[in-house]
């Protein structure tokens, strides 16, 4: 079968690899359908995120696929299922991998939503759910215009919070966040911060979500109130966070990082089905916050690598 593989000397490779074995007791033989090319595909492909597992397995880390051969001991999944992996390695033909690894897609998602369902959705759900916060607090956070800032911005507009979103382009983004419930849209950049505080009033924030990192760390962080939280949750700028020592001795801002499947903390589908499924109503309920997708057939990989927007590569599997 083929699989996508980090190359030795740099790069992916597209390999001709052993098919998925049989599964055993307990697993389910999965064929690959749709596979995103994701901002963490990228880190790995550079060699940001490069560990033993990554050269070791195909790359990608979320995608879907369908049941078409199932083990002994399996009563709640049947042949023809779409499903979710949860574990790396979707880039291949067909996987092998234990049944609670696995998530059932939701009814009423499209496989492409499906296909982006893995890492986004329950990523800007977590980000809100652990911070603790209450109905009228403020929230800011940038790159507030990509998928997973539209869906932070839809959840905590549910929860009765105030949303600032920070993006690159204010007159792009404006009108589709503020539709989907952001108080207000503004640009990043030195006048951010003055912005950001004459919008709340006099209040401060009490969540920061970064997913740039570097200077637009400490400007998030100078958004926030005493005790305030800034979470850093991506790496679009590839840069060290930057934050004033000053803010972490005078307010005591907490400043830490996300990662969805640390989080997790290897939870299988009995765990993670029940919070997985009402986050299909917001991606159903809310197409706009699906990212324009661009397919790409397997042969063309390379092409899908190097496209950088502004839609997200789509690897299909199916293809020639």
């Not at 067909?94 to 496989?111: E, F, I, K, M, Y």
């Not at 589709?176 to 990043?188: T, Y």
């Not at 009402?278 to 661009?294: G, K």
Request: aromatic content about 4%.
């Amino acid at each position: 079968m083929r699989a996508l593989l980090l190359a030795a000397e740099g790069g992916v490779r597209l390999a001709e690899v052993a098919d998925a074995p049989l599964p055993g007791r307990g697993e389910v033989r999965i064929a690959m359908h749709l596979t995103p090319i994701n901002p963490a595909d990228r880190l790995a492909i550079g060699g940001h995120h490069l560990t033993a597992e990554y050269a070791a397995i195909p790359l990608g880390s979320e995608g879907v696929g369908r049941i078409v051969e199932i083990g002994a001991g399996i009563d709640d999944l049947k042949l023809g299922d779409r499903v979710v992996p949860l574990d790396r390695g979707t880039w291949a033909e067909q996987r092998t991998v234990p049944a609670a690894r696995v998530l059932r897609v939701p009814d009423g998602l499209s496989d492409a939503q499906a296909a982006l369902f893995r890492i986004t959705p329950p990523t800007a759900h977590r980000l809100l759910a652990r911070a603790g916060l209450n109905p009228g607090d403020w929230v800011i956070l940038n790159a507030a215009g990509s998928m997973v800032g539209r869906l932070v911005t839809v959840m905590a507009q549910t929860l009765g919070l105030q949303v600032i979103g920070v993006v690159r382009s204010p007159e792009k983004d404006r009108d589709r966040l503020l539709a989907l419930g952001a108080a207000e849209v503004i640009g990043q950049g030195d006048a951010m911060v003055a912005e950001a505080l004459a919008i709340m009033g006099g209040a401060r924030a009490h969540l920061a979500i970064d997913f740039i990192a570097g200077t637009e760390t400490g400007r998030l962080a100078r958004c926030l109130g005493p005790g305030g939280r800034v979470t850093v949750a991506g790496h679009l700028g590839m840069q060290p966070c930057s934050i004033p020592s000053t803010l972490l001795t005078s307010s005591s801002i907490l400043v830490d990082g996300f990662s969805l499947r640390r989080d997790e903390g290897g939870l299988g589908r009995a765990a993670l089905q029940p919070a997985y499924d009402p986050l299909a109503a917001v991606c159903r309920d809310h197409p706009q916050i699906l990212v324009p997708l661009r397919p790409y057939a397997i042969s063309d990989h390379a092409a899908a690598i190097a496209y950088r927007g502004p839609e997200r590569p789509l690897l299909d599997w199916t293809a020639p």
